[in-house]
């Protein structure tokens, strides 16, 4: 039978174990946003943060598709969409969906935002 002092300690393992995952993700993808994007170091580690911290499952999967395959998984939320954001708005894939994500969450905001943008 454990002891409560062998489960905390597995607890705390299995959640540094967590927090290193994401931190060894986080430097993955800002290495990959510098390399073959051209971001800044800070852009980057914001971009990468923001993508992180995705919660709306088909945009989790677009990110995870362009983090583990390159590939562009489409992603619509009318108005908007991944592709129509890259090419009227000049935004990159992951620009896209961090926007998209955005506008799920608070609309008006991220509309008024990129109508500055026009």
């Known amino acids: 039978m454990m002891t409560l002092k062998t489960i905390l300690i597995r607890k705390l393992v299995c959640c540094l174990q967590d927090m290193l995952e994401v ?3 986080h430097e993955n993808l800002c290495r990959k946003l510098i390399v073959e994007l051209d971001y ?14 995705i ?3 088909d945009i989790k999967h677009a990110v995870n598709c362009w983090i583990s395959y390159d590939e562009a998984t489409p992603v619509d939320d009318a108005p908007f969409s991944a592709d129509i954001l890259m090419r009227q708005y000049g935004m990159t894939y992951p620009a896209a969906l961090v926007f998209l994500d955005w506008y799920r969450e608070d609309p008006v905001v991220a ?4 109508r500055v943008r026009m």
């Open 40 to 53: 800044s170091e800070h852009a980057a580690a914001q971009t990468a943060t923001d993508l992180l911290r």
């Open 111 to 114: 509309f008024n935002a990129i």
């Open 23 to 25: 931190k060894l993700m």
């Open 55 to 57: 919660d709306h499952l």
